[in-house]
């Protein structure tokens, strides 16, 4: 959770909420202390409350708060930095450590900040002493950052940004790493850079995408891309760079003609990497120094060659403990199937290794399993845009027993040797499928009735080239990093 930023009190930052609204940190203190309102020792709201007698400014612009232990007493029990005190929403914050929707765009518009001092300034290394707020104010012609339809100042990102963020350099860390990469150098010698999130010329960036997306289901069958191909799986760039003008339309286009074809538009996204404009997907960097690594290159050097390596029911292989199975794969990933809502939206969530890879759609693995197996999920044939997920209904019963007979003892090396249900417990215990006390039956039944069709439709109780290839293009989809997805670097 977040703490009070010293260079805050040193440049009377003013608070964009809460009760001192447009007050300096200066004075919000003072006037807690005049109020006798509490403070709060710590990291979060848990923390010691304690009162403040006093704001000490002390040599170097350090400052301190005395404090008592009730409202009454003005005796001093302590003195503490104010960086010990947590940033209550008097200070207009409240806010911890990050990971929200709205901390995102926050993070990923500050960042865009950081970034174009260094290609906007004659900076080239960026410390705390040079990347204070007025520095950070004068890069809005340069920064156009958007959530939803409102663009970003400086000041209110600072203000609204995770203190942790802050207190741990996070921004400096990445800006200077990517200043210092090889992929800053067409960037350098530009007179602007300018740096884009969900601007109207990031817009048009993945308008290209759509368009080679719209050509590709009109003119092959099957189409290269799945369906739901997201545009993060085409490229996951939070923030793009670039030297064009900011209302160009056509970022990827050489003279007037845009690229309309999968491979063509990405080999446009390589070359003008090189030339005006780069994607960069932006993780928090931990307490070393950020990484910058390119993904999709030429020479597809990252490209994932991930092998099948079994599945199991469940995380343990008790049939009847979870709705949902496990693909395993020899790198220590894995994808979880199962259901999204109760008895629909059959779909892969990626887990262990490539957690944070999140989700592939029903239709998506389907496409995958339709190009290797040739045929769709449950079926016998190829169905392409067709396909849906097969609802569970009695007539079924029969088949899904058989299923679960045929796969039951056939999971992954390592998974005890499960009892076989007769077909009266297997339906007993079906009926009775609780989860947090409540009967879950009707979600039992249709996401493992769907995850049994999957495995039966891939022949999972063998291994080979086939299950291979799927574990490849299955993982490679969720890593962005298909055969058509685009080069970014990626800064960790």
């Given at each position: 959770?977040?703490?009070?930023?010293?260079?805050?009190?040193?440049?009377?930052?003013?608070?964009?909420?809460?009760?001192?609204?447009?007050?300096?940190?200066?004075?919000?203190?003072?006037?807690?202390?005049?109020?006798?309102?509490?403070?709060?020792?710590?990291?979060?709201?848990?923390?010691?409350?304690?009162?403040?007698?006093?704001?000490?400014?002390?040599?170097?612009?350090?400052?301190?708060?005395?404090?008592?232990?009730?409202?009454?007493?003005?005796?001093?029990?302590?003195?503490?930095?104010?960086?010990?005190?947590?940033?209550?929403?008097?200070?207009g914050g409240g806010k911890g450590s990050g990971g929200g929707a709205d901390d995102t765009a926050i993070t990923e518009s500050l960042q865009c900040y950081f970034l174009s001092i260094l290609f906007n300034t004659s900076t080239d290394k960026l410390t705390n002493k040079?990347?204070?707020?007025?520095?950070?104010?004068?890069?809005?012609?340069?920064?156009?950052?958007?959530?939803?339809?409102?663009?970003?100042?400086?000041?209110?990102?600072?203000?609204?940004?995770?203190?942790?963020?802050?207190?741990?350099?996070?921004?400096?860390?990445?800006?200077?790493?990517?200043?210092?990469?090889?992929?800053?150098?067409?960037?350098?010698?530009?007179?602007?850079?300018?740096?884009?999130?969900?601007?109207?010329?990031?817009?048009?960036?993945?308008?290209?995408?759509?368009?080679?997306?719209?050509?590709?289901?009109?003119?092959?069958?099957?189409?290269?891309?799945?369906?739901?191909?997201?545009?993060?799986?085409?490229?996951?760039?939070?923030?793009?760079?670039?030297?064009?003008?900011?209302?160009?339309?056509?970022?990827?286009?050489?003279?007037?003609?845009?690229?309309?074809?999968?491979?063509?538009?990405?080999?446009?996204?390589?070359?003008?990497?090189?030339?005006?404009?780069?994607?960069?997907?932006?993780?928090?960097?931990?307490?070393?120094?950020?990484?910058?690594?390119?993904?999709?290159?030429?020479?597809?050097?990252?490209?994932?060659?991930?092998?099948?390596?079994?599945?199991?029911?469940?995380?343990?292989?008790?049939?009847?403990?979870?709705?949902?199975?496990?693909?395993?794969?020899?790198?220590?990933?894995?994808?979880?199937?199962?259901?999204?809502?109760?008895?629909?939206?059959?779909?892969?969530?990626?887990?262990?290794?490539?957690?944070?890879?999140?989700?592939?759609?029903?239709?998506?693995?389907?496409?995958?399993?339709?190009?290797?197996?040739?045929?769709?999920?449950?079926?016998?044939?190829?169905?392409?845009?067709?396909?849906?997920?097969?609802?569970?209904?009695?007539?079924?019963?029969?088949?899904?027993?058989?299923?679960?007979?045929?796969?039951?003892?056939?999971?992954?090396?390592?998974?005890?040797?499960?009892?076989?249900?007769?077909?009266?417990?297997?339906?007993?215990?079906?009926?009775?499928?609780?989860?947090?006390?409540?009967?879950?039956?009707?979600?039992?039944?249709?996401?493992?009735?769907?995850?049994?069709?999957?495995?039966?439709?891939?022949?999972?109780?063998?291994?080979?080239?086939?299950?291979?290839?799927?574990?490849?293009?299955?993982?490679?989809?969720?890593?962005?990093?298909?055969?058509?997805?685009?080069?970014?670097?990626?800064?960790?």
């Open positions: 959770m977040g703490q009070l930023l010293p260079k805050r009190f040193k440049e009377n930052y003013k608070a964009s909420n809460g009760i001192y609204k447009g007050q300096g940190y200066v004075q919000i203190t003072n006037n807690k202390i005049k109020e006798k309102r509490e403070f709060i020792l710590g990291s979060n709201d848990k923390g010691q409350k304690v009162y403040g007698l006093e704001l000490i400014k002390e040599k170097n612009d350090k400052f301190f708060i005395s404090y008592a232990n009730s409202k009454s007493s003005k005796k001093e029990v302590a003195r503490q930095p104010v960086s010990k005190f947590f940033k209550d929403p008097d200070f040079n990347t204070e707020l007025k520095v950070l104010q004068k890069q809005q012609e340069f920064c156009f950052t958007f959530d939803k339809t409102s663009r970003f100042k400086a000041n209110e990102l600072i203000e609204k940004c995770p203190e942790d963020w802050l207190q741990t350099e996070v921004f400096i860390k990445s800006a200077n790493a990517i200043y210092n990469s090889p992929y800053a150098k067409p960037f350098k010698s530009a007179s602007k850079v300018y740096f884009h999130r969900n601007s109207p010329y990031m817009k048009a960036v993945y308008e290209n995408k759509k368009k080679a997306q719209d050509y590709d289901k009109k003119n092959n069958n099957p189409p290269l891309a799945p369906g739901s191909f997201n545009d993060d799986k085409w490229n996951p760039g939070d923030i793009w760079m670039s030297t064009k003008p900011t209302t160009d339309k056509k970022p990827f286009a050489s003279g007037k003609e845009e690229p309309i074809e999968w491979i063509e538009l990405r080999e446009a996204v390589r070359s003008t990497a090189d030339d005006h404009t780069l994607g960069i997907s932006l993780k928090k960097v931990g307490s070393g120094s950020a990484t910058i690594t390119p993904f999709n290159t030429r020479k597809r050097i990252h490209n994932n060659n991930t092998k099948f390596s079994g599945f199991t029911f469940g995380m343990t292989g008790d049939f009847f403990a979870s709705t949902d199975i496990y693909l395993h794969f020899n790198d220590g990933g894995s994808m979880q199937c199962r259901a999204s809502n109760v008895t629909s939206q059959w779909q892969g969530n990626m887990t262990g290794k490539y957690a944070y890879a999140g989700k592939i759609g029903g239709g998506n693995i389907n496409h995958y399993v339709e190009k290797i197996f040739k045929k769709s999920i449950g079926k016998v044939n190829i169905l392409g845009k067709n396909w849906k997920e097969t609802s569970y209904m009695n007539g079924n019963f029969e088949k899904m027993y058989r299923l679960y007979a045929k796969f039951i003892n056939k999971q992954k090396p390592g998974i005890e040797r499960q009892k076989v249900f007769s077909k009266e417990e297997f339906k007993k215990a079906a009926d009775n499928y609780t989860n947090k006390g409540r009967n879950r039956s009707q979600s039992f039944y249709f996401a493992k009735y769907m995850s049994l069709l999957f495995l039966e439709t891939i022949d999972a109780q063998t291994k080979g080239a086939k299950l291979d290839e799927l574990s490849r293009v299955i993982v490679r989809y969720a890593m962005s990093n298909t055969d058509i997805s685009t080069f970014f670097i990626k800064v960790s």
